[in-house]
């Protein structure tokens, strides 16, 4: 396959095409792991929290259904990582399910992730992040989310190994204050007399059951899940890897080991530190929480920390996504022009900063985004279901992840309950927006079919 890159042997280290290959590969576990840390600490894990409590018996079904949903994404990790180490190419979703299922497969799946796994994506964790900014800016919150959007756009354009160092210090910085924050709050809380299991009151008043309380563990652990989205993220980029089939299923596993590790101390410091009734429905959890165990200096620096996180998250989507479209053009089933020799796929940031910023602007179309996260929990499925197949079964009895087959099969079921949850959850506020949605396959579709009547060789 032209364009495909071939990582260096060990006797070849000291040449000049090894040098030449480390110069397409610079990203190494480190750089990986921080890329997976900043994809998943978001917004949604100072938010989740309120919201949930608002709708669980207190904060002990809250905790349980952070670790829950952190179970999920170690499972899912460790699938990834099996599937990484037998294909180590960039892609993710797009180049597995085209491999293993069919072409057109993992093109729809690489065409949702274009306009809403990463595009959309952006879009909104931009407009988060000019939605905390606080005080009065001259001008508006779409034009702050734009210039953020640029920012970044830029920073990648000068290369990927800037970018990842750039992404590197402020990661690493995010978590040091994290950390410290945690390690003040977890005495003070109990100092303060916190740590007090208090449920909020009854919604509605209704008395709870069995059957009652599984439907809101399910639909809080579909919200929670949300925010471990982006433990994966070092397979879009593994073509820019080092040692790809052992520092991308190494970085996937230790930055989801460290996030969940932290979600979980952030959010006993959230749910345990303020009276439940205070906090139970509050969109802005964790600086109302703070506020019962930290300083107003300490919280105000929570807030900023929020602010380095979505931003952190925007650039870390910026750096991977161009790599999927690069790789689909590069197999023919989008234009050649997306398809890039080097480590950065500049074309590609540039669409992809195209597509972020008209959604921004067009703000009726984010909202619609819940149910593109439906199709992407689905691709996310269908991708680790891959792991099932004999082409990804490995040699020789070979296992690509461990506990074989249990492993993929938990994280299909689980997926596939979160995912018709949240049709579920979306189809009673908006029937008419999954129609407005599924216009995306019909597009996609038109894409492929166009482009396959283009190419004129056979793909490898």
Sequence with gaps: MTGKLREPAPGDVGSSAAATELADRPLTTLSLACLVAANMIGVGVFTTSGFALASLPGPTAVMAVWAGAGAIALIGAICYGGLARQVTESGGEYLFLARGVHPLVGFMAGWISLVAGFSGAIGLSAVGFAKHLEGSLPVGDSTVAVALIICFTAINLIGLRPAASVQNV??????????????????????????VESAPPQPLGEPWTTARLWGAVAS???????????????????????????????????????????????????????????????????????????????????????????????????????????????????????????ATPRRGVVLQAGIACALVLNTGFLELLEYLAFLLSISSAATIGCLLLPRFRGRAGNRPVPLWPWLPLVFVAVTAMIAVQTLLYRWQADPGGLLRVLLVLPVGLAVYWWMSRRRTEPIS
């Excluded at 910085?173 to 007399?193: E, Q, S």
């Excluded at 460290?258 to 009276?275: D, E």
């Excluded at 205070?278 to 300490?298: D, F, L």
């Design 170 to 195: 402020l990661v690493l910085g995010k978590l040091v204050l994290l950390v410290l924050f945690v390690l003040y709050a977890l005495p003070a809380m109990f100092r303060t007399g916190g740590g």
């Design 220 to 342: 809080n652990l579909m919200w929670v899940s949300f925010s471990f989205a982006g433990y994966n993220a070092a397979i879009y980029i593994a073509g820019a890897a080092r040692n790809c089939r052992a520092s991308v299923p190494r970085a996937m596993l230790l930055g989801t080991l460290v996030v969940t590790a932290l979600y979980l101390l952030l959010n006993a410091v959230f749910v345990f530190g303020a009276p439940a009734e205070a906090i139970a429905g509050e969109p802005k959890v964790a600086i109302e929480a703070s506020r019962y165990v930290a300083p107003a200096w300490m919280v105000e620096g929570l807030r900023m920390v929020i602010l380095v996180s979505l931003a952190t998250s925007v650039l870390a989507m910026i750096q991977t996504g161009p790599h999927v479209y690069a790789q689909m053009a590069r197999d023919g089933h989008l234009p050649r022009w997306l398809d890039s020799a080097g």
